[in-house]
């Protein structure tokens, strides 16, 4: 049971996204569908119905007042099982507080099916069982001075885990990495900053600015992020691996080469760091021949314009063979969930960059979350897990 909470003034776009968390979730993957059910438990002022132009049917508040079983109250919507708020309601803290929800929680999760229930963030602590998790749809962040914010925290406090924000993107994978500093964890909370996988589906949210503290907006998170620095090598619990200044983010960086072979790509990209240029492999999905590329990508550059210049200062030093490197704006990046893991990298023929001092090792430099499929499989299947976030200030 995941409880989707919305933090946004719109209420339709939130509701919208709801119904968007719910069927991605149900068509997971390509010809498989997973049984998900979405509960309307904004009972003061039901909305999900509206945004489909529904009408009014009994729901949740009878099936929980009557004890029957939820299929007699749900209806199939874009492949989503749909239950309503209900036509009468005699009082929505009984409905949200029903000790039936442990038993609906136990059975959906021994079924392998989601359920999703989509409540204010004050309204959490009256559910009568607590959701696996929590996602905020916050097109703008989660201020944790608001009185969502502190409900947020309170889930949290009881043991719920906070999954992430979800702003206007979906990608890849679970949970905050390991090598974050203190400073970075209290800004993710695991809301924001975290890519979250419900059962296949993936929700990216930025690394940066999806979180704020009760005093409003990072200074600066509205300019332009600046073009990425490369800081000298240093050997940590990650390996020896180059590391990029801790304040650089941007989508765009320069891909130099593709290969069809992954051994000529990391060749290629141990010939750019001995020059001191650090470089990411990235293996995509394959293409409509059935090829998978390999591409070697170097920098995160704020704009086009500074990616230009990079490559044209690499064609100065002869790095590159003038008339190479082309500008891709590609703002995902795989994200190792335990940095220790950077030394491993090279013997499954991929490289990693450090994302600052303290930061995460990042592979890859992917225009769509859909293009690191294959890239995170085989980190997988080497025992290496990892999250999908995208590399800038904003929602790419």
């Given at each position: 049971?995941v ?5 946004a003034d719109?209420?339709?776009?939130a509701?919208g996204?709801?119904?968007?968390v719910?069927r991605?979730?149900?068509t ?9 059910a ?6 003061e002022?039901?909305i ?5 132009h529904?009408e ?5 508040a009878e ?6 079983s ?5 209806r ?6 749909f ?5 009468d309601?005699?009082d929505p ?5 029903s000790a039936?929800?442990s ?14 229930v989509?409540l204010?963030?004050?309204?959490l ?15 703008n962040g989660?201020d944790?001075g608001?009185?969502e914010?502190?409900?947020l925290?309170?889930?949290r406090?009881?043991?719920v885990?906070?999954l992430?924000t979800?702003r206007e993107?979906w ?6 990495p390991s090598?974050?500093s203190s400073?970075?964890r209290?800004k993710?909370?695991a809301l ?5 996988v ?7 949210a ?5 979180f ?9 998170s ?8 490369v800081a000298?090598?240093?050997?940590t ?9 801790s ?6 960086t320069?891909?130099?080469a593709?290969y ?10 141990d ?13 995509l ?9 390999y ?5 995160v550059y704020?704009t086009?314009?500074?990616?230009l ?9 002869g790095?590159a063979?003038r008339?190479?490197g082309?500008?891709l704006?590609?703002p ?5 969930l335990r ?28 225009e769509?979350p859909?293009?690191a ?6 980190l ?9 976030l995208t ?5 790419p």
């Open positions: 049971m409880a989707l909470v919305p933090v719109d209420p339709q776009w509701a996204v709801a119904w968007s719910a991605a979730s149900a997971a993957a390509p010809g498989v569908r997973r049984p998900v979405l509960v309307d438990l904004c009972l002022s039901p999900l119905h509206d945004v489909k529904l009014p049917a009994p729901g949740i099936a929980i007042t009557a004890d029957v939820l299929t007699e109250v749900a199939d919507v874009d492949g989503v099982n239950v309503p708020s209900g036509s309601i005699p803290v009984v409905v949200r507080g039936r929800w038993r609906l929680q136990a059975g959906f999760r021994n079924e392998g099916a989601l359920l999703f989509y204010p963030a004050e309204r602590g009256e559910l009568g069982a607590s959701p696996d998790g929590v996602l905020a749809l916050a097109p989660v944790l608001s009185p914010g502190r409900a925290l309170a889930a406090d009881r043991g885990d906070l992430g979800v993107r990608s890849s994978a679970p949970t905050a090598g974050w400073e970075r209290s993710l909370l924001g900053g975290a890519a979250v419900i059962g296949g589906l993936a929700l990216v930025t690394a940066k600015g999806a704020r503290g009760s005093r409003g907006p990072q200074t600066g509205n300019s332009p992020p600046p073009a990425a620095a000298p090598p240093s050997t619990a990650t390996g020896a691996l180059p590391m990029l200044a304040a650089d983010s941007g989508a765009w320069l891909q130099l593709a069809a072979v992954p051994e000529r790509a990391l060749a290629h990209a010939r750019l760091a001995t020059a001191g240029v650090p470089a990411l492999v990235s293996a999905a394959p293409d409509a021949s059935g090829a998978v590329w591409r070697v990508q170097t920098g704020a086009r314009a500074a990616t210049s990079a490559r044209a200062a690499l064609w100065r030093r790095i063979e008339g190479d082309k500008p704006r590609a995902y990046s795989l994200v190792l940095p220790g893991d950077g030394h491993r990298l090279r013997s499954i023929g991929f490289t990693g960059v450090r994302w600052g001092e303290d930061g995460p090792v990042m592979v890859g430099a992917f769509q859909e293009q499929v294959v890239a995170q499989a085989q997988d299947r080497a025992g290496i897990p990892t999250t999908l590399r800038t200030d904003r929602t």
